[in-house]
C-alpha cells in the first residue's frame, strides 16, 4: 500500500456553555491533545473506500453506501460526510482507498466523532488535488461543512456545529445569532488558555450506558420551560423576552468562566465559575450520580472546580481544574472507578501532516 496522506485533529472540551448554546447563549471550548490520526493508502483493487480502527472496518462503495461491514452509528456518520463530499466535492475513489485511524479513546462528549471526521476530511481533500476553502460563514467553510455533515447523523439531528469548528480550526467561542428571519452561527477562534499551573483532568462516568445528546437537549429545554406547545424544543427564533430572561443566568456563569480562562487568570475564581456552572447544568436535569459523585471527589481533594461537559446525563464527562502537580485526585478517582482521560491542552485544529504525491486524483 502506498501512502498518500496522514492528518491529525484534536478532541475539545466546552469550558461552558453546552445546552445554552442551543438557545442563543455563548459557549467556549478547548481543544485538547492526544489527537486522532488519519492514514489514507492508496491500493491497486476495485475502487472504494474502507475504512480501519479499533473499532471495526467497513467499506464503503463508489455511491457512498456501506456495502461491507457494520452498519452502526459510528459508521453511517463517516459514510454521511464521504457522501457529502461525493455530492458537494465531486469525491470518487479512483482506486482502492483504505483510512487506517488511529482512535485517541477520548470520553462521551469530548468531540471524537467531529475529530476523526476532520482528520479523514483533510485525507480526501487531498486525495482529490484539492484544498478545502475557509469561508467568511460557516455555511461556505469547506472542511467545516464535510465535518458537519458527519456530525449532524452522529448527534442525531442539527448540531450546534461547536464541536466540528473546534477541531478544524482550535479554541472556539459560539455564538448562536437572528440574521433577519432565521439563525446562524458566529465562530470565533479564541487563545483559550488555562491559569497558569493549573492542568485540566477530564473524568470519564461511563458504567455501562450512554445517554443520548437529544435526549439530554430536551431534558434541558423541558427543564428550563424552552418546549412549545407541541413539546418541542423551541427554535432560536421562537424564544421570547421571558425565555431570554430565563436564558441569562447561562450567560453570566460563561462570562465568569471566559474572564479567568487565560495565563493570568485566577485559578480559584476559575474553579469557582465552572462549579457554579455546573450547578445550573445540575438543577436542569442533566447530571448524574456518578457525575455528582466525581465532583465531591475533586471538592474533597481540593481541586479548584469541575463541571460536566457536553450533553451530559449517563455516561457523561466531568473536567476539573486541579494544580498542575496534584497526585491525590487521581488516586482518588481511579479507586472510586472512574476512569481518567489523559490530555493536555492545544491550540491546534485539524492539520495534514502529509500530503504524498496521488497517483490519480480521486475526483470526478
Known amino acids: 500500500m502506498k501512502l498518500i496522506a496522514r492528518a491529525s485533529a484534536p478532541v475539545k472540551v466546552i469550558l461552558s456553555g453546552e445546552h445554552g448554546?442551543?438557545?442563543?447563549?455563548?459557549a467556549i471550548t478547548l481543544t485538547l491533545e492526544p489527537l486522532n490520526?488519519?492514514?489514507?493508502?492508496?491500493e491497486d483493487g476495485v475502487p472504494a473506500l474502507v475504512v480501519e480502527s479499533k473499532l471495526g472496518r467497513f467499506t464503503l462503495g463508489a455511491n457512498g453506501?456501506?456495502?461491507?461491514?457494520?452498519?452502526?452509528?459510528?459508521?453511517?456518520?463517516?459514510?454521511?460526510m464521504v457522501r457529502h463530499m461525493m455530492e458537494s466535492h465531486g469525491f470518487?475513489?479512483?482506486?482502492?482507498?483504505?483510512?487506517?485511524?488511529?482512535?485517541?479513546?477520548?470520553?462521551?462528549?469530548?468531540?471524537?466523532?467531529?475529530?476523526?471526521?476532520?482528520?479523514?476530511?483533510?485525507?480526501?481533500?487531498?486525495a482529490m488535488g484539492k484544498k478545502p476553502k475557509r469561508g467568511k460563514m460557516p455555511e461556505q467553510d469547506e472542511l467545516w461543512l464535510a465535518v458537519q455533515s458527519c456530525d449532524e447523523v452522529a448527534h442525531g439531528g442539527r448540531p450546534s456545529g461547536i464541536d466540528a469548528y473546534s477541531v478544524c480550526y482550535g479554541p472556539t467561542k459560539l455564538q448562536k445569532l437572528i440574521v433577519g428571519?432565521?439563525?446562524?452561527?458566529?465562530?470565533?477562534?479564541?487563545?483559550?488558555?488555562?491559569?497558569?499551573?493549573?492542568?485540566?483532568?477530564?473524568?470519564?462516568?461511563?458504567?455501562?450506558?450512554?445517554?443520548?445528546?437529544?435526549?439530554?437537549?430536551?431534558?434541558?429545554?423541558?427543564?428550563?420551560?424552552?418546549?412549545?406547545?407541541?413539546?418541542?424544543?423551541?427554535?432560536?427564533?421562537d424564544l421570547d423576552a421571558q425565555d431570554k430572561k430565563k436564558l441569562a443566568r447561562f450567560e453570566k456563569a460563561f462570562d465568569?468562566?471566559?474572564?479567568?480562562?487565560?495565563?493570568?487568570?485566577?485559578?480559584?475564581?476559575?474553579?469557582?465559575?465552572?462549579?457554579?456552572?455546573?450547578?445550573?447544568?445540575?438543577?436542569?436535569?442533566?447530571?448524574?450520580?456518578?457525575?455528582?459523585?466525581?465532583?465531591a471527589i475533586s471538592e474533597k481533594t481540593g481541586a479548584y472546580g469541575a463541571k460536566l461537559t457536553g450533553a451530559g446525563g449517563k455516561g457523561g464527562a466531568v473536567i476539573i481544574l486541579a494544580p498542575e502537580k496534584d497526585e491525590q485526585l487521581l488516586k482518588a478517582l481511579k479507586s472510586a472507578g472512574y476512569e481518567v482521560f489523559s490530555a493536555?491542552?492545544?491550540?491546534?485544529?485539524?492539520?495534514?501532516?502529509?500530503?504524498?504525491?496521488?497517483?490519480?486524483?480521486?475526483?470526478k
Open 21 to 26: 448554546v442551543v438557545h442563543g447563549t455563548p
Open 37 to 42: 490520526v488519519v492514514e489514507l493508502f492508496e
Open 65 to 80: 453506501e456501506i456495502i461491507e461491514g457494520e452498519n452502526g452509528h459510528y459508521e453511517r456518520s463517516l459514510a454521511a
Open 92 to 126: 470518487t475513489p479512483k482506486k482502492r482507498l483504505v483510512a487506517k485511524i488511529k482512535i485517541t479513546g477520548a470520553p462521551k462528549g469530548m468531540g471524537s466523532s467531529s475529530s476523526i471526521a476532520a482528520a479523514l476530511a483533510s485525507t480526501l481533500f487531498h
Open 181 to 237: 428571519d432565521r439563525s446562524t452561527w458566529k465562530f470565533e477562534e479564541k487563545n483559550a488558555q488555562l491559569p497558569a499551573g493549573t492542568k485540566l483532568v477530564v473524568v470519564d462516568t461511563f458504567k455501562g450506558e450512554r445517554a443520548a445528546t437529544g435526549d439530554m437537549i430536551r431534558t434541558f429545554a423541558k427543564a428550563n420551560g424552552l418546549l412549545n406547545r407541541k413539546g418541542d424544543v423551541k427554535a432560536l427564533l
Open 256 to 295: 465568569e468562566v471566559l474572564k479567568h480562562l487565560n495565563k493570568k487568570g485566577d485559578a480559584r475564581a476559575l474553579g469557582q465559575a465552572m462549579k457554579e456552572n455546573h450547578l445550573l447544568l445540575s438543577q436542569s436535569g442533566v447530571s448524574t450520580k456518578e457525575i455528582d459523585e466525581v465532583m
Open 344 to 363: 493536555r491542552p492545544s491550540a491546534r485544529g485539524a492539520k495534514l501532516e502529509h500530503a504524498g504525491i496521488i497517483a490519480e486524483r480521486h475526483s
